[in-house]
């Protein structure tokens, strides 16, 4: 039957699972996308931090040289030395692989670059002077100016990185957090069809199946008591439909050979 309460329901309860698989499927892929957006933030706080921690090795390094232009400590400046040096290289190291971009490279390139030419000079031209027992004002003094220029390269560059990874992350957030307003937004459209849906089908079930069910009660209660010419207002092409015309047909069958009998 092509109008048949089974079909309609069918029909309901399809769109139903079709809506909740499009809410799984839409929730799976924007949840990925939300988790993919939440560790790219992390990420990129994570080198934020370490970019703006790498902007101050050459003045630590700087802060090394000047104790041992100071003090004259030699075996203390080259403990500090050796390792300002190597957790230098490595939050170098450790951004160059943490940069995204080009430029970035670029940038921690040109950093490195002159934390190189600090270790040189201080290594191949300063550190000589210094155990020689020179003072400033004198070469240490020129060699110093020069040491100045490449710390504040290292500065600049790393400011730049920095900043652009800043950016990316305030991007990342902004992504984040409009990828959670989609998935409220889907969320609430879903519910709310689904909501709707339901009440059709409830509205179906009541006016297709209890409503003519109800009136084919009041019938049989009406036959029951002897009444058997009972009007059935519920007209249809469905179960219910069909159940009423044989109910009506019954009833009229039923009053007309009571009247033959009497």
């Known amino acids: 039957m092509r109008n048949s309460i089974t079909n309609k329901l069918a029909v309901g309860f399809g769109l139903c699972i079709l809506l909740f698989i499009a809410l799984v499927v839409f929730n799976y892929t924007a949840m990925r996308n939300l988790g993919g957006n939440y560790d790219n933030c992390v990420k990129r706080s994570v080198d934020m931090e370490l970019a703006t921690d790498a ?32 957790q230098s290289q490595v939050k170098l190291q450790m951004l160059a692989a943490a940069a995204d971009t080009s430029e970035e490279r670029a940038k921690v390139a040109e950093a490195h670059g002159a934390f190189n030419e600090i270790v040189h000079i201080y290594e191949q031209e300063m550190l000589p002077l210094i155990k020689a027992g020179r003072v400033v004002p004198g070469p240490l003094a020129d060699i110093d100016a020069t040491i100045d220029k490449r710390i504040a390269e290292i500065d600049r560059s790393l400011s730049w990185v920095a900043k652009s990874i800043s950016d990316q ?39 297709r199946i209890v409503r003519p069910l109800t009136e084919l009660i009041r019938a049989a209660r009406e036959m029951e008591k002897g009444n058997y010419l009972v009007e059935l207002k519920h007209q249809s092409d469905d179960e219910t439909g069909v159940l009423t015309d044989a109910f009506r047909s019954m009833s009229e069958q039923v009053t007309k050979r009571t009247v033959e009998l009497q």
């Open 55 to 86: 902007q101050h090795i050459g003045q630590d390094l700087y802060l090394i040289i000047a104790n041992a232009v100071i003090n004259r400590d030699m075996a203390k400046t080259e403990r500090d030395w050796t390792a300002g040096k190597n």
């Open 169 to 207: 992350n305030q991007k990342s957030s902004d992504e984040f957090h409009a990828g959670l307003m989609n998935i409220i937004r889907f969320g609430l459209t879903i519910s709310f069809i689904g909501v709707v849906i339901a009440l059709t089908i409830s509205t179906l079930t009541t006016r």
